[in-house]
């Protein structure tokens, strides 16, 4: 069983367009996270969410839109996507986020034209 | 300053090769401490956890000076299978992780 899964896995879109990436882990976490790994390899936390609520939100592009419908599930809903946006973005989930490893996803390759 | 520096490499060394890398951060209200590996193409995954008393996984030794708000990963024997990028990383009192830029270790025959 996957620990935590993205969909889709690869995603090419063209600028100005709207994209959702989905996340669920089945890890009875607490808490799940966004990351984006840019073309230098960086990985960067975008948002945390802990049993629905967001308690992380770095400098992201109000563009982007984190929704957790459950703690299970935590969506990433892009707006007027940008050439910049390409990247590739990571889930991950933690029981304790001060203290336990991180699982994440297998990413979601996102290009944009 | 990045708030958690490694030198990105590459590190290339020959099978069987001790290698070491060394991880630096700025904020010292940080928690917890990691090593993840990340292959080519893949998703991070848990190397170890460090601490200040130094742990050890087989081949691996990993060490924690938090008064030089230093880290360092030792791994000895390196198979070619050791070849990824190792990511050093901090936690914060918040839970926020910051990930440094990894250090890419290319294990050659």
């Known amino acids: 069983d996957t620990a935590v899964s993205q969909t889709p896995k690869y995603l090419v879109t063209q600028m100005g367009n709207d994209k959702s990436i989905k996340c669920e882990q089945n890890l009875g976490h607490d808490t799940m996270y966004w990351y984006k790994q840019d073309s230098k390899k960086f990985l960067k936390i975008m948002f945390s969410y802990n049993n629905k609520e967001l308690i992380i939100n770095e400098t992201v592009p109000n563009r982007f839109s984190p929704k957790s419908p459950d703690k299970a599930h935590l969506n990433l809903h892009i707006n007027s996507l940008e050439l910049g946006d390409s990247a590739v973005y990571f889930c991950?989930?933690?029981?304790?986020?001060?203290?336990?490893?991180?699982?994440f996803g297998p990413g979601t390759r996102l290009t944009v034209t | 300053r990045k708030e958690v520096e490694q030198d990105p490499g590459p590190f290339n060394v020959p099978e069987g090769a001790t290698v070491a890398f060394n991880c630096t951060y700025s904020?010292?209200?940080?928690?917890?401490f990691f090593w993840y590996r990340q292959d080519c193409r893949k998703e991070p995954k848990l190397l170890m956890s460090?601490?200040?008393s130094g742990n050890e996984d087989g081949r691996f030794t990993a060490q924690l000076n938090r008064a030089s708000q230093y880290i360092s990963l030792l791994i000895r024997d390196s198979k070619l299978s050791d070849s990824a990028t190792y990511l050093c990383v901090v936690t914060l009192i918040t839970g926020k992780l910051i990930f440094g830029q990894g250090t890419t270790l290319q294990v050659k025959p």
């Open positions: 460090v601490y200040s």
């Open positions: 904020n010292s209200a940080s928690q917890s």
């Open positions: 991950a989930s933690s029981q304790d986020p001060r203290t336990d490893e991180q699982y």
